[in-house]
């Protein structure tokens, strides 16, 4: 398989953290992808398509796990 962004054939299988924007949260979800080692682009299968949106429910439903990691701030448009 080749990077359809670069072209390049440095593909890797890497343990990534995915964010997932949930309302003002966000929330890492360790997931296993193909990347390119040349320019970032992330591939997913579908398997690891279908955990991220079963994540995304079970947040909805509130029935996930999650530990506070850190905050998310944000440049006041003043600066
Ligand atoms: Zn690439």
Known sequence: ???VIC?????????VEEKIKFGK???LVPVNVLACLDCGERYYDSKTLRK????KAR???QNLEVEEVGRVLRVLAKN
């Open 1 to 3: 398989m080749k990077c």
């Open 7 to 15: 072209n390049s054939e440095n593909l890797q299988k890497r343990e």
């Open 25 to 27: 949260d966000i929330v």
């Open 52 to 55: 991220i949106e079963q994540i």
């Open 59 to 61: 947040l909805k439903q």
